[in-house]
């Protein structure tokens, strides 16, 4: 993966013979792969590195992807991997460990790699409640993202576990999928005034805290308190603590706020050479998203690179001229 090739059919070269490149992308999912595919079709040294851990693992398939709704995840990277390799862009298989000033990107027990720039696409994590069954069921039947399953549990008797200030809004949004939503208050201290939009909204608020999700082969079949009852419900949504996985952007000084690494409209942070996307800075991102994402963090780098080899080349003519007189 580290040696030379210059291969004009294949598209962009890979590494020098140092093992440099001019762009690594860290993380291989719709994002990194979206940079590293533009990248290569700009002809640059592109490395992808690939810690296989897909935060949309989980789940069957994906949707409100133009083209690709219903594939399933792993499917769209299959495609995406082989697609970066026709244009000589190399995938690592492997972890980051550390990232250092000027770049080296040391891979946990592997090769040393030398960049231009970097692009940070490692995703985030989702922490789920303490709740029995949550674990099992999740990315099947508990779900998150009402646009990205509501309609394929649409009319169906939904639930909404209280495990977070989202709920709220969670719950007034899958209204729109199914006539039959109950909220499960669980621990969440309901606002008066949020007990009166969700019944405005035809909503069943259960007080009661959730014990554990009731299922069996076929999948969930209620929600169980722990006052005994249990309530049938074929589906059930709730908001994860979102954690990006943005440690080696903090490492290498990128501000943050609201506990998010701060970048502009094309994924630049405020560390020289350094870019993010994806859902390691925007919780909010869909897999379309996130490969826009990429795609315009690819864009702005390969121009900041371009600036770069201009002004090299400015100076080695400039230096020409002044040691040999060549105009």
Not at 205 to 231: K, M, S, T, W, Y
Request: with cysteine.
């Amino acid at each position: 993966m580290n040696e030379a090739t210059n291969d004009r059919a294949g598209g962009a070269p890979r590494a020098t013979g140092d093992g440099s490149y001019d762009v690594v992308v860290v993380g291989a999912g719709a994002a990194g792969l979206n940079a590293a595919l533009v990248l290569g079709r700009a002809r640059r040294r592109v490395a992808v590195i690939d810690a296989g851990e897909p935060r949309n693992a989980p789940a069957a398939h994906m949707h409100g992807f133009l083209s690709r709704d219903g594939l399933p995840p792993a499917t769209l990277l299959e495609l995406g991997r082989a697609e970066i390799a026709r244009y000589g862009a190399g995938l690592i298989r492997g972890r980051v460990e550390h990232i250092d000033p000027g770049f080296r990107v040391r891979m946990d027990g592997g090769p040393v790699l030398a960049a231009r720039r970097i692009l940070v696409a490692t995703g985030l994590r989702d922490e789920l409640p303490d709740i029995p069954g949550v674990r099992e069921r999740w990315g099947k039947d508990v779900l998150h993202c009402p646009y990205c399953h509501g309609f394929e549990v649409r009319d169906r008797p939904l639930a909404v576990l209280g495990t977070g200030p989202g709920a709220v809004h969670q719950a007034l949004l899958l209204r729109g999928w199914s006539d039959d939503v109950a909220f499960f208050a669980h621990t969440l201290d309901l606002a008066e005034e949020d007990c009166e939009r969700l019944e405005a909204r035809g909503l069943r608020i259960v007080e009661g805290r959730v014990e554990h999700l009731v299922a069996d082969g076929d999948g969930l079949r209620g929600v169980a308190l722990a006052d005994g009852r249990v309530i049938p419900r074929a589906a059930a949504f709730l908001f994860p603590r979102m954690v990006p996985n943005d440690a080696l952007l903090t490492r290498l000084g990128c501000e943050k706020d609201g506990g998010w690494v701060v970048t502009d409209r094309t994924g630049r942070t405020s560390v020289a050479g350094v870019w993010a996307a994806g859902n390691v800075v925007d919780p909010r991102a869909q897999v379309v998203t996130a490969a826009g994402m990429g795609s315009a963090a690819a864009f702005a780098i390969n121009n900041d690179l371009l600036d770069e080899d201009v002004a090299e080349a400015v100076a080695r003519r400039r230096a020409a001229t002044v040691g040999g007189g060549v105009r």
